[in-house]
């Protein structure tokens, strides 16, 4: 790419700052938006309206003698700009929803907008923002494409239980999926504690099912998420014990967490 002048230099790189934190904190809340009809049109029009920014970064980032400074920088900045608007939050559960908010739309919308840009800095800047953002605020926030994502909507978004029942020789329309998968839909939705369990479930399902297929045993490690908490659940759902369901399936969420996320 042809040097820039300081004066186009200097502006690009302004649009580039600002524009990264219009992409996370000027936009709504994504639940609205991160629903199987709407989706697909709401990330293109996302995609749109920051594609100006997204062009920004990459022309800074193809520049730069050191781009993987620059990428760090930028991941800096967005981080200290999402824990000012944060510290201004009286309300701490207020403070925690914008929160889960926030870490949302990086995993449905930021991360995957520049991945689908396929510019040189899509993969080092995702990759740092990830690191940064996952230490500054002791969260767990993968990275996927929107054609994973949108691809996810097809099976519900049932990462893990999928590669379970997968594991076992299970058809993707099984008994056990379409029941867990309706429980999710018909209930867990529902409520706004159940919200926030998908939520979190989104942003740390995908990592999780990446490492344990790295693993030697992972057909063993699956065999073991089955038995220890969705088999109950399968149970639990029949028996209409639906709240019991969403606390081991919570139990669930946290100990993988814990076990493949640490």
């Known amino acids: ?15 580039a700052m600002q524009g990264i934190e219009d992409m996370l904190l000027r ?11 709407v989706y697909p049109e709401a990330f293109q029009a996302y995609l749109r309206r920051h594609m100006e920014t997204l062009n920004a970064i990459e022309a800074v980032y193809q520049q730069e003698e050191h781009p993987e400074e ?32 926030y870490n ?22 995702t990759d740092v923002i990830v690191k940064k953002w996952n230490k500054a605020f002791q969260t767990s926030v993968g990275k996927a494409s929107y054609e994973k994502i949108e691809n996810g909507f097809h099976k519900k978004l049932c990462y893990i239980t999928t ?46 099912v990446n490492r344990i297929n790295r693993q030697d045993n992972a057909e063993e490690i699956y065999g073991g998420i089955w038995d220890s908490w969705l088999s109950g659940c399968v149970h ?8 019991a369901c969403r606390e081991k399936y919570m139990d669930m969420v946290y100990e993988l967490k814990e076990r493949y996320m640490a």
């Open 1 to 15: 790419m042809e040097k820039m002048d300081i004066v186009t230099y200097g502006e690009t790189y302004n649009r």
């Open 27 to 37: 936009e709504g809340n994504p639940m609205s938006s991160f629903k199987k009809n």
């Open 70 to 101: 620059w990428a760090e920088k930028l991941a800096n900045h967005l981080v200290e700009a999402a824990q000012a608007e944060l510290e201004a939050i009286t309300k701490k559960g207020k403070r925690s929803e914008q929160q889960i908010n």
């Open 104 to 125: 949302m739309i990086l995993a449905v919308f930021v991360f995957p907008a520049f991945l689908e840009q396929k510019g040189d800095c899509a993969e080092p800047v």
């Open 163 to 208: 590669a379970v029942c997968e594991s076992q020789g299970k058809a993707d329309d099984c008994y056990e999926l379409e029941l867990l998968r309706s429980y999710r839909d018909g209930y867990l939705l529902s409520t706004e504690d159940g919200q926030a369990l998908v939520k979190e479930y989104y942003n740390i399902a995908p990592t999780i």
């Open 236 to 243: 639990l759902i029949e028996a209409g014990e639906k709240e």
